[in-house]
């Protein structure tokens, strides 16, 4: 039954793989360059595009030095060439400056546009930050809506999101694209065309959640019963304990005899934390957690929150 | 070295009389006669000016006793002991320098050593017993029931080896505390977004600065009391409080003071800091959280007084360790720590957890 349900999953997975790959083998008008219908123009009136284009990184939220800024602009440029693939960054404020819809519509409109990607394809990846409430999208087209698969993008986001988490954006950059770049690779290379590879992986998700999952039970068993027990027996224990030393002499304060001179409650600032949930019931598959994937309209990729 | 003890005789019938807290009266046993402590104290002053008047009387027709020839050397030893002499059968009583109050143990008959309560020692008041010997037992059968893990050997084949109604010495102090604090005041507000908990909080500086009057607060001046059992029978009703007399104290034991109000003070000062402190505390409402940062405390210390407080003192041994109980004589309060059965406390351990175990052992596999 179990292997049935992985088989049938896998075919689903196959079958998702095949629906948009086979929907790209159309060729383009040109033959040479991705481009975009009068239609398709038109409907992008409402994007508004970045005022900082240098081609491969924008930086609107101002989250680079001009050394990371530099560094990350020759670091996308040379990955862009040497593997035909293009790679591309963006930060800004509020994502809903720039489009209608969520982080990922605005994200897919902008990277059309904006005419990013590379050949007939335009092949490429694109992550938008937008900080105003830390939004990200992942979006690949071209080649990259084969590669970056529900299980794919995991691998890629989980480059970069630990960095994004602790504010460290320049690293976070760096590592999403070299690992993209590194996972188009592999997947060029038939790293993920074995079914055996997702049957893998799944069965040993699977049983490591399942491992999991006991494991929690059998604690739960054990320890939730021991500290309730604990507990009733320490309360009850402390009915046989009733000398103690006294510490206030609150029965013998004169009746009405508190007098207060001064009673004054001062703001002084405010601060505020964050603390980073994790649900892995959003997403599916991939180990992106806080993320959900996206697939249809000539692209694929994630967004969610860092 | 005071010699003689005050025996409270029944003017019918000279029988002993003994204070009985129930009806606050002085009672005869012997023909059942009672009399309030105004009336006593009236027939006594009476009884004490006709002797002394025919005291005075033997002496100046040389009728008295020589005691010329007496040893009056008692050594070191004589610095913790004084002897009287029982007026009721003639034995000789040998008490520490603190008792003031006792009974005779040849004759059983109450008596009271006006030496140790004259002059600078005399307490200003006394509340008297309200609860008899045979109530502090019934209430020490009560504190033993409601203890899930008390051992059964312990309330079956356990007897009070000791119980003695005691006039306890207490300092009373008086005074006014004085304040200035300031607290770190937190409010709090937790709000979702998408994978994130975010809390933002508004961060006070709180002053408070006042004063508080405090009266009476008791600290018993006793080193044979344990404090901690002392300070756990309180509250007393300083309504019923009354200025002293020796004639509530035939029948129980009373000590003097052998801690000096100098030396208690440090107990008082401590506890009306707190107090203080928690009640300007209390002026402080609506954070999520208030932290003490600074606190400068004034006490402004007050008069002192004296007091003997009614308490009942028992105790008992069991697996050689010595359990002490105290019961307050006038609120009936009863404290004392009683012994764990490590055998109950094991078996009501596995019957809260095993059924629990199962249940959710149940729950998390089988369903």
């Known amino acids: ?241 009733s000398v103690k030393q006294a510490v206030s002499a609150e029965n013998y304060v004169i009746p009405m005899s508190l007098n207060i001179y001064r009673s004054q409650d001062i703001y002084t600032h405010t601060t505020e934390s964050r603390r980073y949930i994790s649900d892995d019931s959003r997403g599916g598959g991939g180990g992106g957690g806080g993320s959900s994937f996206h697939s249809g309209g000539g692209f694929s990729g994630s967004s969610g929150k860092f | 070295m005071p010699a003689q003890v005050t025996n409270y005789k029944c003017p019918a019938c000279t029988g002993p ?77 040998i008490c520490d320098v603190t008792t003031a109050a006792t009974s005779c143990p040849y004759c059983n008959n109450p008596t009271v050593v006006p030496g140790q309560l004259s002059g600078v020692l005399k307490p200003d008041y006394v509340i008297p017993f309200r609860y008899s010997k045979e109530q502090a037992l019934d209430a020490l059968k009560k504190h033993y029931k409601g203890k899930p893990f008390l051992p059964k050997a312990f309330t079956d084949k356990n007897h009070i080896e000791e119980i003695k109604g005691v006039y306890v010495p207490f300092w009373l102090f008086d005074g006014v505390a004085e304040a200035d604090i300031e607290f770190d005041g937190r409010i709090s507000h937790t709000r979702r977004s998408g994978n994130y908990e975010i809390t933002t909080t508004e961060h006070y500086q709180i002053v408070r600065s006042g004063s508080i009057g405090f009266s009476h607060v008791p600290v018993d001046a006793s080193t044979k009391m344990p404090d901690n059992h002392m ?73 002192v007084k004296y007091a003997l407080m009614p308490v009942w003192m028992l105790n008992t041994k069991w697996k050689d360790k010595t359990f002490l109980f105290a019961m307050n004589g006038q609120s009936g309060k009863i404290v004392g720590d009683l012994p764990i059965s490590k055998g109950k406390w094991w078996a009501t351990f596995a019957a809260i957890a095993a059924p629990i175990a199962a249940v959710l052992a149940a729950i998390l596999f089988l369903m």
């Open chain 2, 17 to 93: 009389l003994h204070f009985v807290g129930s009806s606050g009266r002085l009672e005869c046993d012997y023909c059942g006669s009672n009399y309030s402590v105004a009336e006593i104290e009236a027939h006594m002053r009476e009884e004490e000016a006709k002797a002394a008047e025919a005291y005075a009387n033997a002496q100046a027709n040389g009728d008295g006793w020589d005691t010329s020839q007496l040893e009056n050397e008692w050594g070191e030893e004589a610095a913790n002991l004084r002897a009287y002499n029982c007026p009721s059968c003639g034995a000789e009583l």
């Open chain 2, 231 to 303: 300070d756990s029978i309180e509250p007393y009703d300083y309504n019923e409080m009354c200025p002293f007399s020796t004639a509530y104290l035939p029948g129980f034991l009373a000590d003097k003071f052998d801690v000096s109000a100098a030396d208690c003070a440090p107990r008082a000062d401590i506890r009306c800091k707190n107090t203080v402190i928690e009640a300007l505390r209390k002026t402080v409402s609506g954070y999520t959280s208030v932290v003490l940062q600074h606190e400068d405390v004034q006490l402004h210390r007050g008069n």
């Open chain 1, 1 to 241: 039954m179990k292997k049935l349900l992985i088989i049938f999953l896998a075919l689903l997975m196959l079958v998702s793989f095949a629906v948009p790959a086979l929907a790209d083998e159309e060729p383009t008008e040109d033959g040479e360059t991705f481009a975009l219908t009068e239609d398709e123009l038109e409907s992008f009136d409402d994007v508004t595009e970045p005022t900082k284009a240098d081609g491969f990184v924008w930086d609107e939220a101002g989250l680079l030095s001009d050394s990371e800024y530099e560094e990350l602009s020759e670091l996308c440029e040379r990955l862009t060439e040497e593997h035909d693939f293009g790679v591309y960054i963006m930060t800004v404020n509020d994502f809903s400056d720039y489009g209608e819809g969520d982080v990922y519509d605005v994200s897919t409109q902008l990277f059309l546009k904006k005419g990013m990607g590379v050949g007939s394809d335009a092949d490429g990846i694109f992550l938008p930050l937008s900080m105003d409430e830390r939004d990200f999208a992942f979006c690949a087209h071209g080649y990259g809506e084969k590669a970056i698969t529900a299980y794919t993008r995991g691998i890629v986001e989980q480059a970069f999101l630990d960095n994004f988490r602790k504010n460290d954006w320049y690293g976070g950059f760096v590592d999403y694209a070299e690992t993209s770049i590194e996972v188009i690779e592999d997947f060029r290379a038939g790293k993920y065309d074995d079914k055996d590879y997702y049957e893998d992986y799944y069965e040993t998700h699977e049983y490591k959640q399942k491992e999991k999952f006991t494991l929690g039970k059998v604690l739960a068993t054990i320890l939730a019963p021991l500290g309730i027990a604990g507990v009733t027996c320490g309360v009850k224990s402390s009915k046989h304990k």
